[in-house]
């Protein structure tokens, strides 16, 4: 076996891995197939180009974002770095001027003397050497037919249909009522928001009139069947969604005994039931939107959005299915998963994948154990969210308290996202130290 870390791709996540190996003494390969070939999203030869906003969203330590920002700046991350020296005013979210962001970050790691930059594209995964594989949402028709050899065919998804996600403590309990289908009231595992008529067909009305996102130059207008954006169903005629995602039958709505109109069902996101998702809302609807429209759902009134839906080209791995914990694929232990390829959300998201996925390639050349961030903090939380998420239902999602294992202690909303915070950053630098040690 190669005595050099191979890290495929030089977008946030490799370079990110390059870093982190190149840290712990181990000489890196990164191989980039920029200025040779770009994607249809990518116009820059630099590395860590951003493609999309120039904010990597909240600096605030009580939110989840903001916490696994601290949590990459403690472990040494060259992209947080870069941010901080690149950053504009942004108010209270972390914004940076992007051409001198990616300039940052490809001056650092081309002046490391442990990191070489290979300008090629990379069509095969190799597999007699430990190599991360980090190439992003749009990866090339090569790196995805090797992976398809690795994970099979059914274990990789192209494109991203999500609904949104709500916080459980937001709804409104006085309005939905929990049942399943031609079930009893309150054994169900659905939540159902109940609509009269009226609601329904105002309902209707401005979520035909919401703004959307328009598409990308890359992006097909033409959507699976199966995963329609739910503004498109309605186009269909007024009673489309009644009879699809909103079909109210077999329902019972426990106030008035009788079926509603129409329904938006929720259905739990993870076993804790600190979140739910909205059952069929996949939207191009912008975020301000969906929003609005949503929270005129009884019972979603004062609904807190943990994720919002989105409709968009997008590669990644069923990781429940194929990832292990410290991110190699399951059989193929000296393969390494980082980015969004790995199923993560974000620019920051994906940098955490890759700052795990670097060191323990690193490890692995080194031939010392993996290691395996606790779930608590916010880097594990969102690898348990790959790893153990339902494998059916999975689905590429940003960090979010919902991923956390509950507090010990019920606390007000303004306490809870500090005290998250609290316990994630003490368990965090035990990690470490546990890591330095090992």
């Known amino acids: 076996m190669n005595d050099k870390l191979i890290i495929i791709g030089g977008g946030l996540a490799g370079c990110e891995a390059a870093w982190q190996a190149a840290r712990l003494g181990v000489p890196v390969c990164l191989f980039e197939m920029k200025p040779k070939r770009f994607s249809p999203a990518h116009k820059s030869p630099g590395l860590a180009e951003l493609v999309c906003s120039n904010s990597l969203r909240s600096d605030q330590i009580g939110s989840a974002i903001g916490l696994l920002k601290e949590e990459l700046r403690r472990a040494g991350s060259i992209i947080m770095t870069a941010a901080e020296a690149t950053r504009v005013p942004a108010g209270k979210a972390h914004a940076v001027d992007r051409k001198l962001f990616s300039e940052f970050v490809t001056k650092k790691v081309e002046e490391h003397p442990l990191i070489e930059i290979v300008r090629q594209e990379v ?68 939540l159902n928001c109940p609509m009269d008529k009226d609601q329904y067909e105002a309902f209707v009305k401005e979520l035909l009139q919401g703004e959307k996102v328009p598409l990308k130059d890359f992006e097909s207008p033409r959507y699976f069947e199966g995963c329609l954006p739910i503004e498109v169903m309605a186009e269909r005629g007024i009673e489309t969604l009644r009879f699809g995602p909103m079909k109210p039958v077999g329902l019972t709505d426990p106030r008035s005994g009788k079926q509603p109109w129409a329904v938006v069902q929720l259905r739990a996101e993870n076993k804790q039931e600190t979140m739910f998702n909205m059952v069929g809302f996949q939207t191009k609807l912008k975020w301000g939107e969906q929003k609005r429209i949503f929270r005129m759902i009884p019972g979603l009134e004062r609904a807190e959005f943990i994720r919002l839906g989105s409709i968009h080209r997008n590669t990644f791995v069923c990781g429940p299915k194929v990832l292990r914990p410290e991110l190699c694929l399951i059989g193929h232990e000296s393969c390494f998963l980082a980015g969004q390829i790995s199923g993560v959300e974000g620019y920051v998201e994906s940098t955490a994948m890759g700052l795990v996925a670097g060191i323990n390639g690193a490890r692995r050349l080194l031939g010392r154990p993996p290691v395996i961030p606790p779930a608590t903090t916010a880097v594990g939380a969102l690898i348990n969210h790959l790893t153990k998420a339902d494998a059916e239902t999975f689905q590429p999602m940003n960090v979010n308290f919902g991923l956390f294992p509950r507090l010990e202690k019920r606390l007000p909303k303004k306490k809870r996202g500090l005290a998250y915070a609290k316990r994630a950053l003490d368990d965090w630098s035990a990690f470490l130290k546990t890591m330095d040690e090992a």
């Open 123 to 190: 069509c095969q995964i190799p597999r007699d050497q430990v190599v991360v594989v980090a190439t992003g949402p749009l990866s090339s028709e090569g790196i995805i037919s090797s992976l398809k050899e690795f994970v099979g065919e059914d274990f990789l998804s192209f494109y991203d249909a999500i609904a949104p996600i709500v916080d459980a403590e937001s709804i409104d309990m006085g309005v939905a009522f929990r049942q399943s289908r031609y079930g009893p009231v309150g054994e169900g595992d659905y």
